[in-house]
């Protein structure tokens, strides 16, 4: 008889639905669709024969079977959830043994970098990404598990927690060793399995805020238990990872307190192991060219974080600004992921990159590590109050730190979205901080005027007086305005917020007061309506990511607010009576600052974000000239985007937004 007309009594003895790779090899197949496991370890091109039968196929039929029987308390959830959804786990002496289930099934990723979509045990979905929401899955069907004991954690690489954290956080801070590298490095080194364990166990914890937040809590839990069991273990990288990943966890879970104490504790543990010295990596890197790299990567990402932390809050200095470091700098994130690992780089060769060859480049993440410490001399600077920030010397030094890093950035890296709608997730983090803190420098000194409600905010310093500098006003809030615009353009790249780093929700924070101020004091008319659709845009991207971390809700709450508070009064002046208001009014020309030779035109041409150079590009660092409307400059959005009044048309939508 044809194994597709098998009687229900056979069905039950073994699987009838295995695919025809699986079915010709003569080897077991688990029938998940549209591709089993063993066909996506192998790379082999998964089919399954077509039902001759009309109504429900054999596959949707068992996934009914199996619903009904979960719904009735017979469900067991697994930590791989192909092993899960398999018929053949269910049947009578032909599910797969102890052994045989805790196989290593490493699933490759796919050629454009982008890891497949997940499967999730019951009571454990997507719930919180944007594809989710549209895909008509029903996500409670299975029921939902009382607790982590209910789930059979397997290997590393058929774990549905640490997928997601490998798909949505991974790439935003990528210091863990990459995912098969891991599961290699935990099967072959028992001599550390303390310390690994811990780190799994953070990964998992932060996978669950994304795929299955019912589990969160016990597996914060575990994370604690295991911070009394780090007292006992000698100190490593892992350990490293373990704290610096926590603090970030905790830190957006609105635990701000706990996230300083582990980020100093990853930070003491770095400096007594000399993870900023050049020799560690060799040293301690088990002559494994990919640990090494990530042991380099977990040295710069804690740098990073500790000066996102500072920013944050406007602090002029954080624990590691003032460390001696000679640590190489890290490779590309796809060099990384395919064990393909240069020579490294050197902080110093990047320090003089200005004097090297045209076609001479650096990571991303060296980019990364580049703006955050251009964001530290400008943090050195002072406090927005502070008396040396009202000397135009000081901000130029500033200005011209922040705009060299731009100005030397090659043309691969200016662009943010590559090929195939790829996003480089640290170029984009780099240039919305960048943006941000730029916004935080010039607008004491703008036309955008500060709420007091805005010391409300735990993504912002406490509000700052108004500073007299009125010789550059104008100049002051172009800068502003500019930075807006770049950060606008970024947020509309087609990648759904979940998939950003959680830090990008006080980089976001900083322009969304900026255009609130914006639309108060500067615009009127089309520019306003125009401005309230971006004001959209912003707090939706932040809502989104507010669904994961919690933080980002308060943060959410702060800015609505405030903002409820703005836009609920009538401008007090408009933009002409504030100019009337000034002690000696210059005319609308003597308020433009001098057009800079070869830039100032590229919003004309069309150009997009970052920047092409001193011959022109995408958009300049010295602002462009503003257009005037009737006597007075055009302070609006539209004028950097070329929207005429004739151009009715809304602003794109991003693809991301589309899917909700």
Request: charged share 20%; net charge negative; hydrophobic share 35%.
């Amino acid at each position: 008889m044809d194994s597709e007309d098998q009687s229900t009594s056979a069905a039950k003895s073994r699987v009838s639905i295995a695919c025809l790779p699986c079915r010709n090899r003569h080897v077991r197949c688990d029938a998940q669709q549209p591709v089993c496991v063993r066909c996506s370890s192998d790379g082999r091109k998964c089919e399954y024969v077509k039902s001759r039968r009309g109504g429900l196929s054999r596959a949707r039929l068992a996934e009914c079977r199996r619903a009904r029987s979960n719904r009735n308390g017979a469900a067991v959830i697994t930590g791989s959830p192909s092993e899960e959804t398999s018929p053949e786990s269910r049947s009578p002496g032909g599910g797969m043994g102890h052994e045989e289930q805790h196989q290593h099934q490493h699933q490759h990723q796919s050629s454009s970098g982008e890891f497949p979509p997940l499967a999730f045990p019951p009571g454990c979905s997507s719930s919180r990404s944007a594809e989710s929401e549209t895909s008509g899955r029903e996500e409670d069907t299975y029921g939902t598990p009382n607790s982590i004991t209910d789930v059979q954690f397997s290997s590393v690489a058929g774990d549905f927690l640490v997928k997601a954290y490998y798909k949505h956080f991974h790439k935003c801070h990528p210091c863990v060793l990459p995912q098969h590298n891991l599961q290699q490095y935990h099967e072959s080194a028992p001599g550390q399995q303390g310390s690994l364990a811990l780190l799994i166990a953070v990964m998992r914890y932060i996978g669950s805020l994304y795929s299955c937040p019912e589990l969160t809590p016990q597996l914060q839990e575990k994370v604690v238990e295991g911070l009394q069991a780090a007292k006992q273990l000698a100190p490593d990288p892992f350990l490293v990872q373990f704290h610096l990943l926590y603090s970030i966890a905790l830190y957006w879970s609105a635990e701000k307190i706990r996230a300083r104490d582990e980020i100093d504790t990853a930070i003491q543990l770095a400096l007594n192991l000399g993870m900023n010295r050049r020799r560690f990596a060799g040293e301690h890197g088990r002559g494994d060219a990919v640990l090494q790299e990530s042991f380099r990567r977990v040295w710069w990402q804690l740098y990073c974080i500790d000066a996102y932390y500072a920013a944050i809050k406007r602090l002029p200095t954080f624990p590691l600004c003032e460390v001696d470091s000679d640590t190489e700098l890290p490779c590309e994130e796809d060099e990384y992921e395919l064990g393909s690992i240069p020579t490294p780089k050197s902080l110093e060769d990047f320090d003089t990159r200005e004097f090297g060859p045209e076609n001479q480049s650096f990571s991303s993440f060296a980019y990364l590590i580049g703006a955050t410490r251009s964001i530290a001399l400008v943090l050195s600077a002072g406090a927005p109050d502070a008396s040396n920030w009202l000397s135009p010397r000081t901000i130029a030094e500033v200005d011209a730190i922040i705009d060299g890093w731009f100005l030397l950035l090659p043309k691969s890296k200016r662009e943010v979205l590559k090929e195939n709608n790829v996003v480089d997730e640290l170029m984009f983090q780099a240039q919305m901080a960048v943006h941000a803190n730029l916004i935080a420098l010039h607008r004491p000194f703008s036309r955008l005027p500060v709420n007091p409600l805005e010391g409300i905010s735990s993504c912002l310093a406490e509000p700052p007086r108004r500073l007299p500098v009125k010789d550059s006003e104008t100049a002051h809030t172009q800068r502003c305005l500019q930075s807006i615009e770049a950060q606008l353009q970024l947020l509309v790249l087609p990648v759904q917020p979940l998939f950003r780093s959680p830090f990008t929700i006080c980089m976001t924070a900083a322009s969304t007061h900026a255009l609130l101020a914006a639309i108060k004091a500067l615009f009127s008319g089309r520019q306003l309506a125009v401005a309230r659709h971006q004001l959209r845009l912003v707090v939706g991207y932040i809502k989104t990511l507010a669904k994961v971390w919690r933080q980002g809700g308060r943060n959410l709450e702060e800015i609505q607010s405030i903002a409820k508070e703005v836009l609920s009064r009538k401008n007090e002046f408009t933009h002409t009576q504030h100019l009337q208001r000034r002690p000696e009014r210059e005319s609308a020309q003597e308020l433009l600052p001098p057009p800079a030779g070869g830039i100032g035109n590229e919003h004309e041409q069309g150009g997009g974000g970052g920047v092409e150079g001193l011959d022109g590009g995408c958009w300049s660092i010295n602002p462009p000239a503003l257009p005037i409307q009737g006597g007075t400059p055009d302070y609006s959005l539209s004028a950097f985007w070329n929207m005429t009044t004739n151009d009715l048309q809304q602003p794109d939508i991003p693809v991301w937004f589309s899917s909700y």
